[in-house]
Nanobody
């Protein structure tokens, strides 16, 4: 069983910051979260940032320079530091992990940015 537990979402004013975390330590297999995605109402789920072992970090153009993805060394924890938040960043943010060809998702955490 794969468990991805996100935390850190909330309501913030434009220009503010939030840090999201994803914990995979409750999984039965040694799986590491590798990315963050988001889905706004009426939109498809979109990639925000990824960090694969041995591969450089990748970011969506909309968040480059404002968001930073990182992995906590020795633990199955993934973080997303979000700075200079904009109202268009409002969405449910999902943590993702990959095992072979299968993709696993967390339950999502709501991020709301007010103008």
């Amino acid at each position: 069983q794969v468990q991805l537990v996100e935390s850190g979402g909330g309501l913030v004013q434009a220009g503010g910051s939030l840090t999201l975390s994803c914990d995979a330590s409750g999984s039965d297999i040694r799986i590491d979260p590798v990315g963050w995605y988001r889905q706004a109402p009426g939109n498809e789920r979109e990639l925000v940032a990824t960090i694969y072992p041995g591969v450089r970090r990748t970011y969506a153009d909309a968040v480059k320079g404002r968001f930073t993805i990182s992995r906590q060394s020795g633990k199955r924890l993934l973080h997303l530091q979000m700075d200079s938040l904009k109202p268009e960043d409002t969405a449910v943010y999902y943590c993702a992990a990959k095992w072979g060809s299968a993709m696993y998702w967390g339950q999502g955490t709501q991020v709301t940015v007010s103008s």
